[in-house]
C-alpha cells in the first residue's frame, strides 16, 4: 500500500482501503486526464480483483474531497483530473491528448462586468493540432 498516498486520503478524510488506495495511487500520479473506464482498466491489471463500481465510488468521492477535478470536455466525455489549481486544457484534436494550460498563460477578461452572473470559476477549453513546437515552446 503506498504509505503517502494512504496518508493523503486520510488528511482529506477518505479512509484508505486497499482498494481506494489502489485507484488513488494512479489517478492522482498520472499526467494524463483518464476516463473512469481508463482507470479501471489500469488499476484492474495490478488490482484484479477491484469493481468497477468501486473504481467509480472512489473516483467521484475523491472529486467531493477535492484530491480530483470531474471534468466535462466534449459532450459525453468525462474525464478526471489530479490538477486541482486553476488551470486550462488544450485537446489534441489529431491524438485526443489533454494538456494542461497554466492559468497565466489565456487572458478572459471582463468576467466580472457579466451581468446578473455571479461566476464563481471558468476554465478555456481549445481544440486544436499541436504544431511542430515543443510542449514549453
Do not use: C
Not at 489517478?27 to 494524463?32: A, D, G, K, Q
Not at 489534441?92 to 477578461?109: K, L, M, N, Q, S
Amino acid at each position: 500500500m503506498d504509505l503517502r498516498v494512504s496518508e493523503r486520503l486520510r488528511r482529506a478524510g477518505v479512509q484508505p482501503s486497499a482498494q481506494r488506495t489502489a485507484v488513488a495511487s494512479y489517478v492522482l500520479h498520472t499526467e494524463s486526464h483518464p476516463s473512469a473506464d481508463q482507470v479501471f482498466a489500469r488499476v484492474r491489471a495490478s488490482f484484479p480483483m477491484i469493481s468497477r463500481a468501486t473504481v467509480y465510488n472512489t473516483l467521484n468521492l475523491l472529486v467531493r474531497k477535492g484530491l480530483l477535478r470531474q471534468l466535462v470536455l466534449a459532450e459525453g466525455k468525462v474525464v478526471f483530473d489530479p490538477n486541482v489549481a486553476a488551470h486550462h486544457h488544450f485537446i489534441d484534436e489529431a491524438t485526443g491528448a489533454i494538456e494542461d494550460v497554466p492559468w497565466e498563460a489565456v487572458e478572459v477578461r471582463r468576467v466580472e462586468d457579466l451581468k446578473g452572473l455571479d461566476v464563481r470559476e471558468y476554465q478555456v477549453v481549445m481544440r486544436g493540432r499541436r504544431s511542430g513546437r515543443s510542449r514549453k515552446g
